[in-house]
């Protein structure tokens, strides 16, 4: 039986926007058979494009030109192509892999306990001061983990200035096109209250002070403005910059404001109090974490997701086949939109049409400054240095042991590429959902064209699955592992150095490949790593915040 599963094909100006996928269309769920079998699946992968686009030629010519001509830009028409599998021999071996009881594999059992335990609490910390030297401002850039990770630097610096902390500002991204703000993506009741003792927090500004806004700011120079905060900056930076600022006026507005704060050599109360913010005092609004619980039920008790489905509502699902057995997932995050494909530099099989697309977009976007630009793709992946493809992580999904009976979830961006790009992944893991194969698109409707928030769901069900792995590294890559790395549950982290040159080896075996992958990630499977000097702690939160038993 066809099961359907949803996608979008990114234009152009679309390919870098964060979404989950868009359109429908279907695929074979079939699995196993004969070698020849399998090749006639890998093989039909890249001939039904061709085929329907020739079907519209022949039965509708004078629309077909009519539309080429007048309709289609040259920049639409230059990145399209029939693409390939460029590693079809895996592909083949791959497709007639075995399915694996989920319940017997190691893969699936949770990490032992490694013997390190969530620290906040801290004995020393000083507690809220009466009076405060005045109100600070943030306004942040990015997506979502990127803003995360600011709110969290803010509630520090506050700290630091003993300040009252405004609700940080969210800046609309000109690419993403989101406008929600802090309130519509996180509990802002919560956030205060669990902050309450350490740092004051108000939801804006008091009369008085009511004409520092972004518009202010942005008409020309003023004395409360911070805009030349360093990177990392320091805390002693902090206390000889912007303190005078607040005690001099009663405010201080910085921005920008992305990672604006040293990880390094601060008191240990700062540390814990950026993972009490990050782990803690940030939970997102009441809708979010519904439809996330919804879509994770429905992953776990697949018969009760057609009921649930229906329903013209988002409704309570616990309820739902409570006597079936809960089955487990992958939560794979594959960020391969266009920025990430443009900036990389690396050839991903679309032929000249779509190198010639991505060099024009990276010098638009970036006027040709790309660092990896100067090497030949060969030498990138062989540094792998390039993003895994939705046929690379597939494969390396199964090379690991996932079987084609593994529920997959896709939190993804728009896939630069669309369904030609995905197909493959689709036909390894037949089982693939998303959030609009999940849910309803009433159920959807709060979320709908809202880059944040559709981020904020797929990072809630991530939070919330058996095993997390992302295609690339990346703010969602980062904040996912340290927070499960803070809860100790499962996350594969690919071995970029080990498979680019795995991918580079077109005489490779599945078996050499299989057995290369499996060695090579054996301490990857969310084994605690303690954060170095320079290391993000929200993405490595030991020791600064875990302690050892």
């Not at 009519?66 to 192509?81: D, G, L, V």
């Not at 910059?241 to 607040?246: D, R, T």
């Not at 490595?540 to 875990?546: F, I, V």
């Amino acid at each position: 039986m066809a099961k359907e599963f949803k996608s979008e094909t990114s234009s152009p100006t679309e390919g870098h926007e964060r979404s989950d996928l868009g359109g429908s269309f279907r695929f074979s769920t079939t699995t196993g058979g004969s070698q020849s079998g399998g090749d006639e699946v890998a093989k039909g992968l890249f001939s039904r494009r061709r085929k329907q686009c020739l079907g519209y030629l022949c039965c509708f010519p004078n629309l077909f030109f009519f539309f080429f001509f007048n309709h289609a830009s040259p920049s639409t028409f230059s990145e399209w192509n029939v693409l390939k599998p460029r590693h079809l021999p895996l592909l083949r071996s791959a497709l007639q892999r075995e399915s694996f009881n989920g319940e017997e594999s190691d893969l699936w059992a949770p990490l032992a306990d490694q013997g390190w335990r969530p620290c906040l609490a801290s004995v020393n910390a000083p507690p809220v001061s009466q009076k405060s030297e005045g109100y600070l401002q943030v306004f942040l850039d990015g997506g979502l983990n990127q803003q995360r990770m600011g709110i969290c630097d803010a509630v520090a610096v506050a700290k630091i200035l003993n300040a009252t902390l405004v609700i940080p500002h969210l800046e609309v991204n000109p690419v993403w096109q989101d406008s929600s703000s802090f309130m519509d993506i996180f509990d802002v009741e919560h956030f205060i209250n669990v902050l309450k003792d350490d740092i004051p927090i108000v939801k804006e500004l008091p009369e008085e002070l009511s004409w520092s806004t972004r518009e202010y700011y942005a008409t020309a120079i003023r004395a409360t403005r911070v805009k030349r905060a360093p990177v990392h900056a320091s805390a002693n930076w902090y206390l000889e910059n912007v303190l005078p600022v607040l005690q001099s006026y009663g405010i201080a507005a910085i921005s920008p404001f992305s990672h604006r704060l040293t990880f390094d050599n601060l008191p240990s109360e700062i540390q814990q109090l950026r993972c009490k913010v990050n782990f803690k005092a940030l939970v997102f609004v009441p809708h979010i974490r519904a439809l996330g619980d919804a879509l994770v039920h429905r992953l776990r008790y697949p018969k009760a997701q057609s009921q649930a489905i229906s329903t013209d509502h988002l409704r309570e699902t616990s309820h739902l086949n409570d006597e079936q057995k809960p089955q487990k997932f992958v939560v794979l995050h594959l960020r391969f939109d266009k920025d990430m494909a443009a900036h990389s530099a690396c050839d991903f099989g679309g032929g000249k049409a779509e190198k010639l697309a991505l060099a024009k977009y990276r010098q638009t976007i970036w006027q040709g400054r790309v660092l990896n630009s100067r090497f030949t793709d060969k030498e990138l992946r062989s540094q792998g240095r390039c993003p895994l493809t939705p046929e690379e992580i597939g494969l390396l999904l199964g090379a690991l042991g996932f079987g084609n009976n593994t529920r997959l979830y896709l939190a993804s961006h728009k896939v630069y590429g669309g369904e030609a790009r995905i197909s493959t992944l689709q036909e390894l893991f037949p089982l693939m959902e998303d959030k609009k194969s999940l849910a309803s698109s009433e159920e959807r409707v709060s979320i709908k064209g809202k880059a944040s928030l559709l981020a904020a769901v797929d990072y809630y069900v991530g939070m919330h699955s058996d095993i997390f792995i992302s295609a690339s590294p990346g703010n969602m890559h980062n904040a996912l592992v340290g927070h499960r790395t803070f809860e100790n549950t499962k996350t594969i982290r690919p071995n970029m150095g080990l498979l680019g040159p795995l991918f580079l080896d077109k005489n490779i075996s599945w078996p050499e490949f299989r057995q290369a992958v499996v060695e090579g990630h054996q301490n990857r499977h969310g084994q605690l790593r303690l954060r170095k000097p320079k290391q993000s702690i929200y993405t490595y939160p030991a020791p600064d915040c875990m302690c050892h038993a």
